[in-house]
């Protein structure tokens, strides 16, 4: 057990809460296909607001395209640790690697897909 780790419920939301937003400020600082996302997901915004045709919608594009987000957090994470291990070749780390970015691309394919899909039927 981690002995600097709070104890009670509310610490321990704002203990994670903590790591959780100095995550976000070590991917974005690190990981420039992070921040490229981040603007494109603000650059949205407003073409998400024009297509929706009501709030369901709007959440639905914007849920695509943090998926992307989330993607990309987790492929940073497979990535940070295995350098911790090492950096010379293995085929499994570069499997591992390969998956993560893999996810990636399946989250934007969803994501393409969704946005597609709202902008056929808003023009059909």
Do not use: C
Request: no cysteine; proline share 2%.
């Amino acid at each position: 057990m981690n002995p600097r780790a709070p104890r009670s419920e509310w610490a321990r939301i704002v203990y994670a809460t903590h790591n959780s937003l100095k995550g976000y400020r070590r991917v974005w600082l690190d990981e420039a296909a992070f921040r490229t996302q981040v603007v494109g997901l603000i650059a949205l915004l407003p073409l998400a607001a024009w297509l929706a045709q009501s709030w369901f919608r709007f959440g639905l594009l914007i849920a695509a395209w943090l998926l992307v987000l989330v993607a990309e957090l987790g492929n940073s994470a497979i990535e940070a640790a295995l350098d911790r291990i090492g950096r010379e070749h293995h085929e499994l780390t570069a499997k591992a690697k390969d998956a993560g970015s893999a996810m990636v691309m399946t989250a934007m394919i969803i994501a393409g897909l969704v946005w597609l899909m709202a902008i056929i039927e808003g023009f059909g």
